[in-house]
């Protein structure tokens, strides 16, 4: 079955801390991964998304993510946190034109002023 | 703005009851999905079209629940005798049509969020 799965359900950071969330997905083949980002009370917005290349991609914020193919995983990482990255992210994957997406769980990033 | 539109944003019902729940999408998108979000879970795809063509369904997707969009552009989905469990955010989203590439990402909407009582 397609799942991902994202290790952190909370992770807590200082200002200027550096950030690594964990993705790993399951599926056999090709993949569309994608990093999503919802701030409270806001709705889901994507935060960056690789497609093919280079399997270093960079997102809006400062935000990168690299997939590793033979790990099945799509970190997301990001050098030093604001209070204002403050956000539940959600990591997900689609199939190449099958239309549905599969989501995490999400990871609730708090960052402390 | 021209994101996608979700209304109502909240829905309050009473067991047994149906609801209808709209998604406008971005212009000249011709793919629109739904998705179920429950508190703690990250979205559950339930359906989506291809213009007018409903190209998948979710098992999620019970007999209550169906999903029309008649012209290509707006989407409806109603639940029918609604269930206590049916409690959760419904999310839209919207994508170009496929043609390769970035173009299927997925742009979602604010969500209606639906308490059964």
């Known amino acids: 079955a397609q799942s991902v799965s994202q290790h952190n359900h909370h992770v807590i950071l200082s200002e200027a801390a550096s950030l690594e969330l964990g993705c790993n997905y399951s599926?056999?083949?090709?993949?569309?991964l994608f990093w999503y980002v919802q701030y409270p009370g806001q709705h889901l917005q994507l935060l960056l998304k690789y497609f093919s290349g280079d399997p270093l991609v960079k997102g809006i914020k400062g935000f990168e993510a690299e997939f590793i193919k033979s790990k099945f995983s799509f970190n997301l990482r990001k050098p030093s946190v604001q209070w204002s990255d403050t956000a539940e992210y959600f990591c997900a994957f689609g199939a190449p034109n099958a239309g549905k997406s599969t989501f995490g769980d999400g990871t609730t990033l708090t960052v402390k002023p | 703005d021209t994101g996608v539109s979700q209304d109502p944003r909240h829905k309050i019902t009473k067991r047994g009851q149906n609801v209808t729940f709209r998604c406008d999408p971005i212009s000249e998108h011709n793919r629109l999905y739904w998705y179920r979000q429950t508190l703690g879970q990250g979205p559950e795809f339930l359906t989506y079209?291809?213009?007018?063509?409903?190209?998948?369904k979710s098992r999620l997707l019970s007999d209550r629940f169906s999903a029309e969009r008649p012209k290509g552009s707006f989407s409806t989905l109603e639940i029918q005798r609604t269930e206590q469990g049916d409690s959760a955010m419904y999310l839209c989203?919207?994508?170009?049509?496929?043609?390769?590439?970035?173009?299927?990402?997925?742009?979602f909407g604010p969500g209606t969020r639906l308490l059964v009582l």
């Open positions: 599926y056999g083949g090709t993949v569309n």
């Open positions: 079209f291809q213009n007018e063509a409903q190209l998948e």
């Open positions: 989203a919207s994508s170009p049509s496929w043609t390769g590439g970035s173009e299927e990402t997925q742009y």
